[in-house]
């Protein structure tokens, strides 16, 4: 999703590009397409292997690293830059991930760049919970049960898209808050 600046109004997104795993393809597209957008978004290569290349690549665009790496799960390689005013949003692989750190992180930035007012609405609910808890920010995929009370849907990691698909959001629990059974979180919904 990349947001035009030179249209004037509200945000426009263009198509989706792909681009073979080369540094240098995706370099040459990323520099093209930031001389015409406020905003660009993309997945994988964000982390540390060594076919992660987008962490160079946004280097050599020179653009100026907010934030790599968030002690975060799903989602923890999201790396977030700015080049002369314009974001630069690289998100990790993995389904779950990508669901996540968008609508988490990038959804409210690019709102406020469009000079949205009213950001996507996060409830709090009670949570039915298992206990468990995690030395990171931790993003559950859940649904609403019948109860009103959120629910946490059995996954497999963030690679897991059944486990997504069964999701309506996730819920947020601070690093090593255990998620007991009629905690108060935060749940946000994939519908706004």
């Given at each position: 999703?990349?947001?035009?600046?030179?249209?004037?109004?509200?945000?426009?997104?263009?198509?989706?590009?792909?681009?073979?795993?080369?540094?240098?393809l995706?370099?040459?597209l990323?520099?093209q397409?930031?001389?015409?957008?406020?905003?660009?978004?993309?997945?994988?290569?964000?982390?540390?292997?060594?076919?992660?290349?987008?962490?160079?690549?946004?280097?050599?665009?020179?653009?100026?690293?907010?934030?790599?790496?968030?002690?975060?799960?799903?989602g923890?390689?999201?790396?977030?830059?700015?080049?002369?005013?314009?974001?630069?949003?690289?998100?990790?692989?993995?389904?779950?991930?990508?669901?996540?750190?968008?609508?988490?992180?990038?959804?409210?930035?690019?709102?406020?760049?469009?000079?949205?007012?009213?950001?996507?609405?996060?409830?709090?609910?009670?949570?039915r919970?298992?206990?468990?808890?995690?030395?990171?920010?931790?993003?559950?995929?859940?649904?609403?049960?019948?109860?009103?009370?959120?629910?946490?849907?059995?996954?497999?990691?963030?690679?897991?898209?059944?486990?997504?698909?069964?999701?309506?959001?996730?819920?947020?629990?601070?690093?090593?808050?255990?998620?007991a059974?009629?905690?108060?979180?935060?749940?946000?919904?994939?519908?706004?």
């Amino acid at each position: 999703i990349l947001r035009r600046s030179v249209a004037r109004g509200p945000p426009q997104a263009s198509s989706p590009r792909r681009v073979a795993d080369d540094p240098v393809l995706a370099r040459a597209l990323a520099a093209q397409l930031l001389l015409t957008h406020d905003c660009l978004l993309m997945t994988g290569g964000v982390s540390m292997g060594h076919r992660d290349f987008v962490p160079a690549l946004i280097e050599s665009l020179g653009a100026r690293t907010i934030c790599h790496r968030l002690p975060q799960r799903p989602g923890k390689p999201l790396l977030l830059a700015a080049a002369e005013g314009k974001l630069i949003a690289g998100l990790p692989g993995n389904p779950q991930s990508v669901m996540v750190t968008a609508r988490r992180i990038v959804v409210p930035i690019l709102a406020h760049m469009a000079g949205v007012k009213t950001l996507p609405r996060v409830s709090l609910a009670l949570l039915r919970g298992d206990g468990v808890e995690l030395g990171l920010w931790w993003y559950r995929p859940a649904r609403v049960g019948a109860d009103g009370r959120v629910e946490l849907v059995d996954g497999r990691g963030s690679g897991d898209i059944i486990a997504a698909s069964r999701s309506e959001g996730f819920v947020e629990l601070a690093p090593n808050q255990a998620a007991a059974s009629d905690l108060p979180v935060p749940f946000y919904s994939w519908n706004w």
